[in-house]
């Protein structure tokens, strides 16, 4: 079991202890957190005219707002990267085809290569054979 941690920090210009597992920096942050939302509610008048516990409410629902909106951008950036390492791995295969076709196309072109050698050696032992022909007279 993890040891608890206990940070003093200030909310809203109170002193608090907190605790959990995480360390000193990170308790520090959560706090930062919380007294920003509260500096960006007092700046709305209605904020200022609800009692304690309406207050309390409010700030809550917009924590567990922003929560789960950072949760769904999470969700959604892991599924654009799950759909990327997708078209990574298909691109991936189709170079390999393309590997392979060429691969193909490489040994096709070799065997024409050599087709058009040998026909070329043919038509000059043909070529050879009709100049060593003696001439008929006309």
Known sequence: MKKLNGTEVLIDGRKYTICGVEGDEYLQKIASYINRKLTE???RESYQR???ELRNI???INIADDYYKAKKR???FKSEGEQKDKQAL???HEIIELQDKLKDMELKNGVMEASLEEAEKKIVELETKL???PKSRR
Request: charged share 40%.
């Open 41 to 43: 509610f007092k700046k």
């Open 50 to 52: 609800m009692d304690m």
């Open 58 to 60: 409010m700030l809550a």
């Open 74 to 76: 999470v969700q959604e």
């Open 90 to 92: 298909d691109m991936k």
């Open 131 to 133: 100049n060593q022909r």
